[in-house]
């Protein structure tokens, strides 16, 4: 049978609050652990932080070491409502005065208007593609694509979605006016070359009335089939002066890296310059500095005292962090050996108080001019780790300390370590605190227990006392 406790009715000792108090007493060094664990995950944590913080400097810096970085360009159109442009990676700089006589268009053929929904026939379509020239037909050499248009399948709608299922280098759709609706079949590519051909057979068996799925024809001459409604033609333009026609109004190849989009023929020629994209380079030297002065926010924070408040960051005093800023700040300041640049304060990127970088923007606009010694300053190669260019440079530092065995991966193992250690000891002390406080509650009840049984026996004593004391009397 279970047995009901309750530690200090029998004595009145509050033994519940006297067993709670010592252990409290015994988890001191426990919650002593658990302080220094949130400080140790803290610092943990920072340095996570830290560690994301530089290798997003070192991409930056080896965005500016590269030489496709400086080899970026970019196209204006000064009609760009006419010819837009874009440049590729090996876009040659240079300009371009383009005239556009003509834009390329595809070839197009509508029926004759039938009623709304109507069966027109049924039968075999075939599409041919090739190209139109003097009212003869060339084909291309790609087999026909045949269409079978069955009974309830034969209305200009149905006949549309049967077409372009077939994928027979058209796009078909229906047109509807108040004459009813006609089919109008286009091809997919645009140029004189992208036309097409269309042959029937009609179950009516006349193949070339007015009637039936004859309506449909298109082979350039037959009565009441469809008719011609756009040709195909060449975008036709010049580029200084050269004639070029094409089958495409977007030219991906006509200039090496250079795409240009034909939208509207000209009045005016059409200056399409393609230059160094300074603004890309630009913002790549934002971007690093950007980085850097993240770090460098980072690590101030962590290692600052404050006066006012007498306490000190997460990090002061600590040496892997102090080294870390102190290098960052030194290659701030140190050379290269480029040529015409050789420190960042040449180009105007220059450290101020508290290690943060600023840029100046009119000296910066200056080395700019300079594509070429302002891409040697940050990526010179001269062999040697001190004096190369800042993105080697940098970029081989954040490596550095990130890789397994770096600086900041070795501190956050020691981190990690310790927390572990810290949890371990935690765990260790709990069992202690949890034995010492079973001993307590057993020593403690059984002290209960026996002052329980000299209250018993002082009230029995007690009790006989005043009974004798009654006879005496007597």
């Keep these: 049978m279970a047995t009901i406790s309750s530690p200090g009715i029998g004595s009145g000792l509050d033994v519940q609050s006297i067993v709670s108090q010592l252990v409290s007493i015994e988890r ?4 002593q652990l658990q302080t220094q664990a949130t400080t140790l995950q803290s610092r943990l944590s920072l340095y996570g932080t830290i560690k994301s913080q ?4 070192g991409d930056a810096a080896a965005r500016l070491s590269s030489s496709a970085s400086w080899g970026q360009v970019s196209a204006t159109s000064s009609n760009a409502a006419a010819i837009g442009a874009s440049a590729g990676a090996n876009a040659v700089p240079g300009s371009y005065t383009i005239d556009v006589q003509q834009l390329a268009r595809a070839q197009s053929a509508a029926s004759q208007a039938v009623a709304t929904g109507v069966g027109v026939g049924t039968g075999t379509i075939s599409i041919e593609l090739g190209s139109w020239s003097g009212g003869s037909f060339n084909a291309s050499g790609t087999p026909a694509v045949s269409i079978d248009i069955l009974a309830g399948e034969d209305s200009l709608g149905a006949i549309a979605a049967r077409i372009n299922a077939a994928g027979a280098g058209v ?19 645009t140029g004189e070359s992208a036309g097409f051909r269309i042959s029937v057979a009609d ?6 009335d007015a009637a039936g799925l004859s309506r449909l024809a298109f082979n350039g001459s037959a009565p009441g089939g469809m008719t011609l409604a756009q040709s ?7 580029i200084n002066g050269v004639a070029i026609s094409t089958s495409s109004n977007r030219l991906t190849d006509t200039l090496p890296g250079l795409n240009l989009q034909l939208t509207q023929t000209t009045s005016q020629p059409v200056e399409v310059t393609v230059s160094s994209d300074t603004a890309r380079i630009r913002a790549d030297i934002e971007a690093f500095v950007n980085a850097y ?20 960051g997460p990090l002061q005093g600590d040496s892997t962090a102090t080294g870390l800023q102190n290098a960052l700040r030194g290659m701030m300041r140190s050379i290269t050996n480029s040529t015409p640049f050789t420190r960042l304060v040449d180009v105007g990127i220059e450290l101020k108080g508290g290690g943060a970088l600023a ?27 001190l004096t190369q260019g800042f993105g080697l440079k940098l970029k081989a530092f954040a490596d550095g300390v990130n890789n397994a065995g770096g600086s900041l991966s070795n501190r956050s193992e020691a981190l990690q370590s310790a927390l572990d250690r810290n949890s371990r000891d935690q765990e260790r002390l709990e069992e202690r605190v949890s034995r010492s406080e079973r001993r307590l509650l057993a020593q403690y009840t059984a002290l209960d227990t026996k002052l329980a049984g000299l209250n018993g026996l002082s009230a029995f004593v007690s009790q006989q006392v005043t009974l004798w004391n009654r006879s005496s009397g007597n």
């Design 232 to 238: 195909g033609l060449n975008a036709e333009l010049s």
């Design 171 to 189: 796009n078909a759709s229906v047109l509807r006016d108040a004459s009813g609706e006609r089919l109008m079949i286009q091809s997919r590519e």
């Design 28 to 31: 001191a060094p426990i919650r």
């Design 359 to 385: 840029i100046d923007a009119s000296r910066l606009d200056a080395a700019m001019a300079d594509l070429g010694g302002l891409q040697d300053l940050f990526s010179a190669r001269t062999g040697n780790p």
């Design 54 to 57: 530089i290798a997003t400097l």
């Design 203 to 208: 179950d009516d068996g006349n193949d070339g």
């Design 293 to 312: 002065n993240t770090v460098n926010s980072t690590l101030s924070n962590a290692l600052k005292y404050d006066e006012a408040t007498k306490k000190g």
